[in-house]
C-alpha cells in the first residue's frame, strides 16, 4: 500500500464574519507498507469565495512534521514552496521532500464572510515523483466542509408609558430590530408581533430605518388588526 494522503479539517466553530481556521495535511505510508520518501508532495486547495484569506497573515502556513525529529521531511513557506493566486483563489503548497511514514501540516487561518451555512472546500494531492506510483489517487482528495452560524438579529420590545393605563385607555410601545455587525445580511426578511388578548391596533408610525435597512412601505399595520406583520425587510450587518 504505497498510496498518498490528503486529509483537511476545520479547527474552529465560527459565525459569519469570524475567524475561521483549518488544517491542510499530506501524509506518506511507511516503510513497512512499502513506502519510500518522495519529493515535490504538492496539495492545490481553491477556497471558497467567501473565506477571506490573507497569505501574510502573522502565523499563516504554520507547519508542523510528524513524527519529530524528522530531517528528511521539509516544510514549505511563502515564497518558497507556496503560492497564492487571488484571482483564481487557488492556494498551492509544495512539500519538496516527505520521508516514508511522515505527515506534514499546514494551518490556514483567514475568516468567513457574510454568509452563513455550509461551505465545500476541495483539496487535492498531486505528486511530482515520477518514480512513485500511488495506486489509488482517489485518496488525493479531501472535501472539508466548513460550518459558518449565521447570527440572528435581535427585536426588543419596550413600553413609551411609564405607568400602566386603566382599561380602555391607549397603551404606547415600540419595536426595534437589529442585526449585529457580524451578523448574516438579511434579505426579504418578515417581523410579526401577535398583540395579547383584548388588544387591538390604534395606529402605528411608519419605521425609522438607518444604516441601509428597508421595508415594505405598502404592506404595514392597519387599525384594527391583532397580528402587526411587516415584509420586506432587508438589514445589511451592523
Not at 75 to 81: I, K, Q, V
Not at 153 to 171: E, F, H, I, Q, Y
Amino acid at each position: 500500500n504505497k498510496q498518498l494522503l490528503v486529509n483537511g479539517v476545520q479547527t474552529n466553530a465560527v459565525n459569519v464574519n469570524g475567524d475561521l481556521s483549518f488544517n491542510l495535511t499530506a501524509s506518506a505510508p511507511p516503510a513497512s507498507q512499502g513506502g519510500q520518501a518522495v519529493t515535490s508532495v504538492l496539495i492545490e486547495d481553491i477556497l471558497p469565495a467567501g473565506f477571506v484569506f490573507d497569505p501574510a497573515t502573522a502565523g499563516q502556513f504554520a507547519c508542523t512534521i510528524v513524527p519529530a525529529g524528522d530531517t528528511v521531511t521539509q516544510c514549505a513557506t511563502l515564497g518558497n514552496g507556496i503560492t497564492w493566486d487571488a484571482q483564481t483563489r487557488s492556494l498551492q503548497i509544495n512539500t519538496a521532500a516527505m520521508n516514508a511514514g511522515a505527515s506534514v501540516t499546514y494551518a490556514i487561518v483567514g475568516k468567513a464572510e457574510n454568509q452563513a451555512g455550509v461551505w465545500t472546500n476541495t483539496a487535492t494531492l498531486k505528486l511530482n515523483d515520477s518514480a512513485f506510483y500511488d495506486p489509488n489517487p482517489v485518496s488525493n482528495i479531501s472535501n472539508v466542509e466548513f460550518t459558518i452560524n449565521g447570527i440572528e438579529p435581535t427585536v426588543l420590545k419596550s413600553t413609551l408609558d411609564p405607568v400602566l393605563p386603566v382599561a380602555g385607555a391607549n397603551v404606547r410601545y415600540s419595536l426595534s430590530i437589529s442585526n449585529p455587525v457580524n451578523g448574516n445580511p438579511v434579505i426579504n426578511g418578515s417581523l410579526s408581533d401577535i398583540l395579547p388578548a383584548g388588544f387591538t391596533l390604534v395606529s402605528a408610525n411608519a419605521p425609522v430605518v438607518s444604516g441601509g435597512a428597508s421595508f415594505d412601505g405598502v404592506q404595514t399595520p392597519q387599525a384594527g388588526a391583532t397580528t402587526l406583520n411587516w415584509s420586506a425587510l432587508a438589514l445589511p450587518p451592523g
